[in-house]
């Protein structure tokens, strides 16, 4: 009985290992997430975990953001590097965060325009607040703005704005209480 409880436990702990965080020794930590679902010649559509940090999968740039009357801010930009078209990715941040989710496709055909340059025509950005809080999620299809859900400190819905796909100016606000829907303006455009 022994034996098949500690046989048991350590199964459990070699299967744990293997999804467990990777740790590079260079000074800093940085974690590295790497869940993969990759199947090649199928209907399913293939989902892939990564992490901005991993540089396999992204290139890191600090780069210098120069605006007028403010002072110069240095800022991360990164690439993704041998994207797999049609993948669904979710991207995370090194705080383990979701910053991204949505399908990488290499051309995106809207109102008879197309455009070829790869990217993630179909997503949603995720933004947050200082103290690590869910602050706004903002939604994209077909390569146009759709909507912003912005969220309270309870990750509750504070108002949802909503876009016009061809102008992006915003055609509709819904206000919320404690997560009920309040109000709702609907924003006309003048010719």
Known sequence: MKIVIFSFILLFSASHSCFSQEKVAAGTEQHSISKVKYKKHTLEI?????????????????????RPCSKPQLVKQYQLLNPIEGAYYFIYNDEKQLIKAGKYTIEQRYEGQQNKQGNFYDSKNYNYKNNGKLAFIHYQEEGRNLKTEYFDSKKRLKSIRYLNKKSGEISKIENYKKGLLQETRTIKAIP
């Not at 293939?46 to 120069?66: A, G, R, Y």
């Open 46 to 66: 293939d989902t892939l975990w990564v992490s901005q940090n991993d540089t396999t999968v992204f290139k890191q740039e600090e780069i210098f953001i120069h």
